[in-house]
């Protein structure tokens, strides 16, 4: 395959200080003809291909250019084309794009792709992402405004230290120093987002994960049972595809759903009342309660009507 003998003659360039065509037909079983030609697709892919002349001469790498030998494997090349093609969509990075040109060199022709990725999700600012990673890159302290959980707006100054695409969310995990601790925070909740002339330096005790590692891991949850009618199904298996769930003869669904601290999940119960008549809250009985006053909260509002 065309393809497979590309990627496995950069392997050999990567690792070997110099090879003649003739050795690489006679491994490949191909002509010296067709490995010129192929000599000739890596070159245009981007790749530092020199040609020695004389008696010992034929085909190496640049000296001083590195690659990682096990990035690629023909059966990927596409599905990596599809990843990086959205990564620059949503960067808008010029280097993405020309990996990707570079890639399409020595793709596969006239496949239908197999893969399909969209990164791009709802935000209350369209360029926080761009922002926030030349921030990440260039060390630059950030100011913006947020809405926390207890829907409490702060101003916070962070410092940074990578993104996270997360459950079709985006996150952005650094160092708060308005709280003087790491912390997470979600794009979506995060406004009027300004790079600042200060730089900061890593901190050397920064944790590698705080902030994402599962709390339902480290403390006790609480198993929410909920029925879920035959009208509700697909809007539930989309927001809790992982949990257990048992179907029943008349078309409705018991979902299990392990969620730590319940009573307080605001995001449960935002998830539940969408559901409108469609699920109803079997235990505990206190978050039924929380449920039942959400309700009757929100009738209040249209009393009127």
């Known amino acids: 395959m065309k393809l497979e003998r590309l990627i496995s003659i950069i392997y050999k360039l990567l690792n070997h200080e110099v090879l003649s065509a003739s050795m690489l037909a006679e491994e490949f079983q191909v002509s010296p003809r067709t490995i010129y030609r192929d000599i000739d697709v890596i070159c245009a892919a981007g ?4 040609s020695y002349q004389g008696t010992n001469g034929g085909y190496g790498m640049m000296d001083g250019y590195k690659m990682d030998k096990s990035l690629l494997g023909s059966y990927d090349v ?19 794009q020309g990996t990707i040109e570079r890639l399409q060199t020595i793709g596969t022709e006239h496949q239908t792709p197999s893969l399909a990725v969209d990164l791009e999700t ?9 922002r926030l990673r030349t921030a990440i890159t260039e060390r630059n302290v950030v100011r913006f405004d947020y809405i926390n959980g207890k ?17 079709g969310i985006w996150y952005v995990y650094g160092y708060c120093q308005t709280r003087r601790e790491y912390r997470v925070f979600r794009l979506s909740r ?5 790079l600042l002339q200060e730089v900061f330096q890593p901190h050397p005790e920064a944790p590698q994960e705080a902030g994402f590692v ?16 035959p009208e509700a199904l697909a809007e539930a298996m989309d927001q809790f595809h992982q949990v257990d769930k048992q179907f029943h003869g008349d078309g409705s669904m018991m979902m299990r759903i392990p969620v730590y601290k319940p009573l307080e999940a605001r995001w449960l ?34 009393e009127e009507v």
């Not at 790749?47 to 020199?50: D, Y």
């Not at 596409?78 to 993405?96: G, H, M, P, Y």
């Not at 709802?122 to 761009?130: G, Q, S, V």
């Not at 009985?285 to 449920?291: D, K």
């Open 122 to 130: 709802r935000r209350a600012d369209p360029d926080a992402l761009p």
């Open 190 to 194: 995060m406004m009027n987002l300004h």
């Open 47 to 50: 790749f530092p291909v020199v």
């Open 214 to 229: 599962n709390r339902a891991w480290q403390d006790p949850v609480q198993e929410v049972v909920v029925r879920v009618g």
């Open 269 to 302: 119960w935002s998830i539940l009342l969408s559901f409108g008549s469609g699920a109803e809250v079997l235990e505990p009985p206190a978050l039924r309660g929380i449920l039942k006053k959400q309700l009757q909260n929100t009738l209040k509002l249209y």
């Open 78 to 96: 596409n599905s990596l084309i599809t990843v990086l093609s959205s990564l620059s969509t949503v960067f808008e990075d010029e280097r993405a």
């Open 151 to 167: 829907n409490e707006r702060t101003t916070r100054d962070m410092e940074p230290v990578r993104l996270y695409f997360k459950y």
